[in-house]
């Protein structure tokens, strides 16, 4: 499985931005998806993740009411929904796959793949 993220950008605080993270193979709907950020000098942390179906969702307590994650199998397609951005939202995003929703959670360092990153800047 390969992943391609995209949709990140330069953002005023309160704003909106949708990340898409497409997926080649034709196992997608195998795996758990999530979405994993990184701050500049700060360590990677969990965003938010997707059961193998889409029905089944968890988020990070900071993004918990402003972050939607869903996926459409059918397009190979994840996607993060961000609304009401705040300047501490600024990082590099990465999706994430792995049979594991729960290693998507821990963000262990050996999930099964990784994204190329996209960077979200939130100005003040």
């Known amino acids: 499985v390969q992943l391609q993220a995209s949709g990140g950008g330069l953002v005023q605080a309160g704003g909106s931005l949708r990340l898409s993270c497409a997926a080649s193979g034709r196992t997608f709907s195998t795996y758990a998806m999530g979405w994993i950020r990184q701050a500049p000098g700060k360590e990677r942390e969990f965003v938010a993740v997707?059961?193998?179906?889409?029905?089944?969702?968890y988020y990070a307590d900071s993004v918990k009411g402003r972050f939607i994650i869903s996926r459409d199998n059918a397009k190979n397609t994840v996607y993060l929904q961000m609304n009401s951005l705040r300047p501490e939202d600024t990082a590099v995003y990465y999706c994430?796959?792995?049979?594991?929703?729960?290693?998507?959670?821990?963000?262990?360092?050996?999930?099964?793949?990784w994204g190329q990153g996209t960077l979200v800047t939130v100005s003040s």
């Open positions: 997707v059961s193998r179906s889409g029905g089944s969702t």
């Open positions: 994430a796959a792995d049979l594991s929703l729960h290693s998507i959670v821990v963000v262990t360092t050996t999930l099964d793949y």
